[in-house]
């Protein structure tokens, strides 16, 4: 694992229910303004809150890639025009050339929206309207966009791991970069709102009936959101010190059960040592760790378990999810994204919505925003079926 890193960050960009871009992030971040609300989409759960990018819903795909053209594309394509993040790949690619940049993506819906909205319209006798699924519903038709998009040739990986998708997006890449199959990597991942999960997660009794409140001891259940975040990784150089960076990363998976983590964290603690390891850092040289931190009961619970494990009560812990919602598979991108900010800013951000956390949790849980001096965040991304992921995001020596 250490050989896979560092891996310079370039670029990155995040777009969510905060705001699109990194300058509307920070800005919700620092003013502890969430980007919640009550749901207004059609045929939802009712009473519930969710994290809409109504932005993303006025935007299309350029001419030549309008067939692709469905939410999920939507979003993606408004985060990519964010932040000179198209320029800066457009200037990777002229030194080491398209063929050389692979894209590396994670998604748990795609485009499934595009495939609901025939459905509701289907004719008498059942059948759907056509359309391309392939270019909207297809797991794999979010990197294909966005590396057609990119004007890219490289290597193209879709990632669905549920919600650590996002974040497994650079283990993969970092994989590609390694073993010389790629220079530089396009990694992230974007989700958006549809009806499945939605009404899936309301099935599953996990639906908050308010903003979602991580690590609350009254907390009740989790918001969902939509959002895509990208970043360029890049090998780091000898003239890269002080580059934002991809420092380490671990993974696991537990197989405990198909929708509850382990109560004990296990397969959490794993991937945590494993990222520090690979990364080459003892627990005390982590300034901040993002939790995966959805809001329900099991989750944080087990989640505090397992960071005490590592960390004792030594360093500040929390959920941005109180800003964004559980972005399913964007989430371990957009968290990354936000813990570069972090990093930038030097900022911990505490969890909203409460006052104080839960008092059986042994970490030391954040609940208002700290400006202090982080050097390394270590960001977790916890899904289904017992898939585990960190990252540990910092400044290169």
């Given at each position: ?43 939802m ?68 929206e ?20 392939a ?6 038709a ?75 001891e ?51 603690v ?32 087990m ?10 009560d ?84």
């Amino acid at each position: 694992m250490r050989r896979m890193f560092p891996l310079r960050i370039t670029a990155y960009t995040a777009t969510s229910a905060m705001g699109a871009g990194l300058a509307a992030t920070r800005s919700a971040l620092a003013a502890r303004r969430s980007g919640l609300a009550p749901c207004d989409l059609p045929d939802m759960p009712p009473g519930i809150w969710i994290g809409r990018v109504r932005e993303a819903e006025a935007v299309e795909p350029p001419a030549p890639l309008a067939a692709f053209a469905c939410r999920n594309t939507r979003l993606a394509e408004l985060a990519l025009r964010q932040d000179g993040f198209m320029e800066a790949v457009a200037a990777a690619a002229r030194r080491h050339g398209a063929q050389r940049i692979a894209v590396v993506l994670g998604t748990s819906t795609s485009g499934i929206e595009e495939t609901e909205r025939r459905w509701s319209r289907r004719d008498a006798a059942g059948a759907l309207a056509p359309y391309d699924f392939a270019r909207t519903h297809d797991l794999h038709a979010l990197p294909r966009y966005v590396r057609a998009r990119l004007g890219l040739a490289g290597p193209c990986v879709s990632v669905s791991t549920a919600c650590t998708s996002g974040a497994r997006s650079f283990l993969d890449a970092a994989t590609l970069i390694a073993a010389g199959l790629a220079d530089a990597a396009v990694v992230g991942g974007a989700d958006t709102l549809c009806r499945l999960t939605l009404h899936g997660f309301g099935s599953l009794e996990l639906l908050a009936r308010g903003p979602t409140r991580p690590c609350a001891e009254d907390r009740d259940g989790i918001s969902i959101g939509e959002a895509a975040a990208f970043a360029l990784l890049e090998r780091a150089g000898p003239g890269d010190g002080g580059a934002l960076a991809l420092l380490g990363g671990g993974a696991s998976s537990d197989g405990h059960h198909m929708s509850s983590p382990h109560p004990d964290g296990h397969g959490a603690v794993t991937a945590m040592q494993e990222a520090l390891a690979s990364a080459g850092l003892a627990p005390a040289a982590i300034g901040y760790v993002n939790m995966h931190g959805t809001g329900t009961r099991a989750n944080d619970a087990m989640e505090d378990r397992a960071i005490a494990r590592v960390f004792g009560d030594a360093v500040p812990c929390s959920s941005t999810k109180g800003w964004t919602g559980h972005t399913l598979g964007a989430s371990g991108a957009l968290e990354a994204a936000i813990s570069a900010i972090c990093v930038e800013e030097g900022l911990v951000p505490g969890c909203l919505g409460l006052d104080r956390p839960d008092p059986s949790f042994a970490s030391r849980i954040a609940v208002a925003n700290i400006a202090a001096p982080v050097a390394r965040v270590l960001s977790n991304s916890f899904g289904f079926g017992g898939s585990n992921c960190a990252l540990v995001i910092g400044r290169l020596p």
